[in-house]
């Protein structure tokens, strides 16, 4: 079958701002059609690679082949806001300064691409809201209908919506595209091919990034497999293959379980049903009464943002904000945590509250300090984590620094390391309440995993605002919908549950409309019912229940054929025995994935079942 030539395409590529290369030999190749992510690491250039491609670097080695007369656009991740003119001009000076097009966009064109936005080209940029700002950026990008599209974080502030309006966009119109994103639900939406920026090498799989992690668990057994072969020890790569690729294989079996109770229970308190049990298990509703409203309304003249909304929510509760951009998230976010007057309706916190509120906006940081000065700003080389004593430096690993990065000024991180930096320093306040606006913006797929496990460990209340919705589902217990003009409801559960809850609703209400308007005779056709429908079968439950323990005895497994192969003079003494093992140890670690989401299978559908009886 033939190839076809690519458009665009770095050849043996390197960067290094004068100092240990970002990466090297790198190659990557956009064919028509192509719609690839860029992944990897905060700070290990992926940026830069956009850059390349823009035409805006000059690589310190390698090309950069263009198909001559190619058009493309651009989209950074952070662009300077210039003030005091239109939006319709700074689209046109945004397109001048980015785009390789030599011509300036005419006026219609302008007008064209605000209007798929749906922005006015007349208001001044300087009264757009950060999601209008992103959604004006992207007008820019797509001005013209470029060949190329370069998306470096695309989704960032943008609402739901408008993310499944840009993913329809992309697909339906087969767009040719690189993009980096934290967004794991776009880029499986979106990608047909990954670029995997990792250690200085840029790899390349011709599969979107649904595949990423089975990839990457692949790459990484490989790399474990050819070091032992060559008698070599990891050091300083065993840290990444411990905190890194391989240790996300499929997510802790805990955490799931925590999570699927903490939804039941969510889900009991919201229909009013065995709220006796609840307080058996954790104690009365009263004392751990966090935030509980009734009946509040808010409005700002005559534009209703919240109309008779009632909730109560608890400690250890996760609940998550989701609704469009101006819905009212944060009018409701301000009004449960006291920095907004409500108009009407009963409204009560804890006496005891103590609160941590990361803003998307990263104001609580200090471009000139350092690291270790933002983290220990009274000076000394520890700090009180949630009354544990730990060394700065050891913190600052936990959120994937390493030691020399301890002394940079914070001005030197990349936007995704601020990110990650403002994390850490929020996450080591003493607090009971976590107020979380937007906290995967910027962040890569590690840093996402150590904040679950973050969020997991924390035993205070935590309130997110996220259009993440791959992150809703791995967080939350529950999801307050603002859908606008007044309209707020909570569901238990994700943000998928949400959705199914909602078409479940609007599904029941059309029935009910068109049960109306037939006769009143009954349906002579029975129902079909049947136990496989209510519950799992015996040999599921069976199987459910002995699984846990085969995983365990698969790891132990694990850790036998591991020692064995770490032993150093294996291979010299019996190359027969080595290969059998560590053959073995691929085998053991299908089988523990295997069994893995065998597990998660069956228990998240024992937990729909159960929802749904």
Not at 23 to 30: D, K, P, R, V
Not at 94 to 110: D, F, K, Y
């Amino acid at each position: 079958m033939a190839v076809d030539p690519p458009v665009i395409a770095l050849r043996n590529a390197a960067v290094g701002f004068g100092g240990t290369p970002l990466f090297t030999g790198a190659e990557l190749s956009i064919t028509p059609g192509m719609r690839a992510c860029l992944v990897g690491r905060n700070g290990t250039g992926k940026s830069t690679i956009m850059k390349l491609l823009a035409g805006l670097l000059e690589p310190d080695e390698g090309d950069l082949y263009l198909q001559p007369g190619l058009t493309v656009g651009y989209l950074p991740q952070d662009i300077p806001l210039t003030g005091g003119m239109t939006v319709a001009a700074f689209v046109a000076k945004m397109s001048a300064e980015l785009a390789m097009n030599s011509e300036a966009p005419p006026r219609h064109a302008v007008n064209a691409a605000l209007s798929r936005m749906d922005v006015d080209g007349t208001r001044n940029v300087d009264s757009l809201s950060g999601g209008e700002f992103r959604r004006v950026a992207l007008a820019g990008a797509l001005l013209g209908d470029p060949d190329v599209l370069l998306l470096d974080e695309p989704t960032n502030h943008l609402d739901l919506p408008t993310i499944e309006w840009l993913e329809h966009e992309l697909v339906e119109r087969k767009k040719t595209l690189i993009t980096i994103s934290h967004d794991r639900a776009f880029l499986e939406a979106v990608t047909t091919n990954t670029f995997w920026l990792h250690r200085g090498a840029l790899r390349h799989n011709a599969a979107g990034y649904g595949t990423f992690e089975d990839w990457t668990e692949q790459v990484a057994d490989a790399e474990v497999r050819e070091a032992q072969r060559l008698d070599q020890k990891l050091k300083a790569e065993a840290r990444w293959l411990e905190r890194g690729v391989t240790a996300r294989r499929r997510r802790n079996q805990g955490r799931l379980t925590r999570l699927q109770q903490m939804r039941a229970q969510r889900k009991a308190l919201l229909i009013g049903q065995d709220l006796v049990q609840l307080e058996a298990d954790a104690g009365p509703i009263s004392s751990r009464l966090v935030v509980e409203c009734e009946n509040l309304c808010k409005a700002f003249g005559d534009e209703v943002i919240i109309n008779n909304f009632s909730t109560r929510i608890l400690r250890g509760d996760r609940i998550g904000l989701v609704g469009p951009n101006g819905a009212g998230k944060t009018s409701l976010l301000k009004l449960l945590i006291g920095e907004l007057e409500k108009d009407s309706g009963r409204l009560r916190r804890a006496k005891n509250l103590s609160l941590a509120f990361f803003d998307q906006a990263r104001d609580q940081l200090n471009p000139s300090d350092t690291l270790w000065q933002a983290l220990a700003p009274q000076g000394g080389d520890s700090i009180n984590v949630r009354g544990r004593q730990r060394h700065v430096v050891s913190y600052l690993r936990d959120f994937l620094f390493d030691e020399k990065q301890a002394r940079a000024p914070i001005a030197t991180l990349s936007g995704g390391e601020r990110n990650r930096m403002l994390l850490a320093k929020i996450l080591s306040q003493p607090s009971n309440l976590l107020v979380l606006d937007e906290p995967t913006n910027d962040l890569d797929a590690d840093t996402l995993d150590v904040l679950l496990e973050v969020l997991d460990n924390y035993e205070g209340t935590v309130l997110l605002v996220s259009h993440d919705r791959d992150f809703l589902d791995r967080v939350v217990n529950s999801t307050i919908a603002v859908e606008g003009g007044g309209y707020v409801n909570e569901y238990p559960g994700g943000y998928s549950d949400y959705l199914r809850q909602r078409k479940q609703g609007e599904t029941r209400s059309t029935k009910t409309h068109e049960k109306s308007t037939k006769s009143s005779h009954p349906s002579k056709t029975p129902q079909k019912t049947s136990n496989e429908e209510s519950k799992l079968s015996f040999k599921e439950e069976y199987e459910l229940g002995v699984l846990p323990e085969r995983i365990k005895a698969l790891e132990n497994a694990k850790v036998e054929l591991e020692k064995a192969l770490a032993d150093t003079g294996l291979f010299a003494r019996d190359a027969s025995a080595y290969g059998t093992a560590a053959e073995r140890l691929a085998e053991v670690e299908g089988a523990i994935v295997s069994a893995e989401n065998r597990w998660l299978d069956l228990e998240a559908r024992r937990e729909r079942l159960k929802v749904a009886r």
